[in-house]
């Protein structure tokens, strides 16, 4: 058994109730969104937090709640205080808890995502072996799932494949698994060039891997290149995607609100013949031809 305390606080106060929490003896302290105030995209080695901001403590089963809670009273105002959520967690494995929400999932017709030691009851699958990590990307989110279905169903033999902000590289490892030559990977995160070369690693594809920091260019032009990334980011690096794409190669944009998608289309107008856009729960993929020149 475990004991868990938490509290909603403005964000200035929660470094405050963090620090209390630590010097209270907590085993571990977590921050979260409290309200409903997603934070998409934040750059790497940045923490912000959410205008409410929930904070929760990990604490031994048999510390005393009573004292716990006369710590905080004593330490906050009790506008704050009064708020205190205590609860008693039973004991679980942890470690793989998250598989119960994380199954196999299949992109188009034969590419399956699946956590190590799960297969999926189809004689035809192709599974990509990824557990959940540090960077984005399992395939949960329509943004990654877009672009995983336009892979599937690709003709990618023979092909060099980019894959721009690979945050765990599940592209890459995919377009390799479904037929590419060769992979190029990019990212501006450090913790993300890193889970690409492991969960290259793991499915057998690093040989046909290059991994590459995002000011380094590529070796060559890409036939193919997909950017899973946020809409204002993507209209930014539009001269620099359309400088790795080779004429009559193909780019795939996703990471964009249906909202934004006529913005982003107009931006990469300037070098791609742009095809309309395919869309998923509120999000959407476009797809572009590159033009000579
Ligand atoms: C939404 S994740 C996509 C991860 C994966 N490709 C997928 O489809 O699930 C976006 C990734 O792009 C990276 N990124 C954001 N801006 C970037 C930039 N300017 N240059 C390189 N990488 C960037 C982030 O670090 C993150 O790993």
Same mark, same amino acid.
């Given at each position: ?33 409290? =309200? ?48 205190? #959520? ?32 799960? #297969? ?58 479904? =037929?590419?030559? #060769?992979?190029?990977? /990019? ?8 889970? /690409? ?35 204002? /980011? ?60």
């Amino acid at each position: 058994m475990w004991l868990q305390l938490s509290l909603t606080a403005a964000k200035e106060q929660a470094p405050l109730i963090e620090a209390l929490f630590e010097n209270m003896g907590a085993l571990s302290v977590t921050l979260g969104d409290a =309200g409903d105030e997603p934070i998409l995209e934040p750059g790497p080695g940045e923490s912000p937090l959410w205008r409410a901001t929930r904070v929760t403590a990990l604490f031994e089963g048999d510390r005393d709640p009573d004292q716990l809670r006369t710590l905080v009273n004593q330490s906050l105002n009790a506008d704050v205080s009064r708020q205190l #959520r205590l609860e008693r967690l039973e004991d679980q494995a942890w470690e793989r808890a998250w598989l119960e929400d994380f199954h196999p999932m299949r992109f188009g017709r034969r590419l399956w995502v699946c956590p190590a030691g799960r #297969r999926p009851d189809a004689d035809d699958a192709l599974i990509l072996e990824l557990d959940p990590g540090l960077a984005f990307g399992t395939g949960t989110h329509p943004t990654t799932a877009l672009c995983l279905e336009w892979l599937d169903g690709a003709d990618l033999s023979g092909k060099t494949v980019i894959d721009f902000g690979c945050g765990s590289g599940i592209l890459a490892v995919a377009a390799l698994l479904l =037929g590419a030559d #060769r992979a190029i990977a /990019t990212d501006h995160d450090p913790q993300a060039l890193e889970a /690409t070369r492991a969960n290259a690693g793991k499915n057998g594809v690093a040989s046909r891997l290059t991994l590459l920091e995002p000011d380094q260019a590529p070796p060559v032009r890409g036939d193919i290149l997909l950017a899973n990334i946020l809409a204002g /980011t993507l209209i930014g690096l539009e001269p620099v995607l359309a400088s790795r794409v080779k004429a009559n190669g193909r780019i795939v944009l996703s990471g964009i609100l249906t909202a934004q998608a006529a913005e982003v289309s107009r931006a990469f107008g300037r070098h791609f013949g742009m095809l309309p856009p395919q869309a998923r729960e509120g999000w959407v993929a476009l797809e572009g031809v590159r033009l000579a020149g």
